[in-house]
């Protein structure tokens, strides 16, 4: 049994839900999300309580079933609260700003790197430049463009030099020894 899948979503104050068939639409305080789901999986709502049920237990619909519930609860979660992620920058000279509402890093290369936000993803800029936080309804899309902002100039293992999410552990390693 999922034990996940099993859990009821409790909906927050100002969160309303419309299924529609596969479509679920979750709108909040913070805007609105909506997906589609597997149609095997049945999305009930009772009194401020989401519940997902699956019709068997074979091992597609076990899989399926602690998944929507989870996809489910990221949206609710999304629109009463939103999702943060936090990156730091190490390094000489490294910084971030904001131009309007797109993030320009300077992170050692010759020319800066522009980043335009998606739909509902705010950024922004603290510690003089070197602390990102990207900020959102969508947890994937908070994710993914984090990870992208990373992926500019990930932390290297000699200097640490880099942009890391916090509290990220960078494993250095010891630079050459010189010969005599």
Known sequence: MSRIGKKPIDLPKGVKVDIAGREVLVSGEKGKLSQSFHPDMVIKQDDGTLFVERPSDSRQHRALHGLTRALLNNMVIGVSQGYTK????????????????????????????????????????EARGKEIIVTGIDKQVVGEISAKIRKVRPPEPYKGKGIRYEGEYVRRKAGKTAKL
């Open 86 to 125: 936090k990156l730091q920058i190490e390094g000489v000279g490294y910084r971030a700003e904001l131009d309007s509402n797109s993030l320009v890093l300077n992170v050692g290369y010759s020319h800066q790197v522009r980043i335009e936000p998606p739909n509902h993803v705010q950024f922004a800029v």
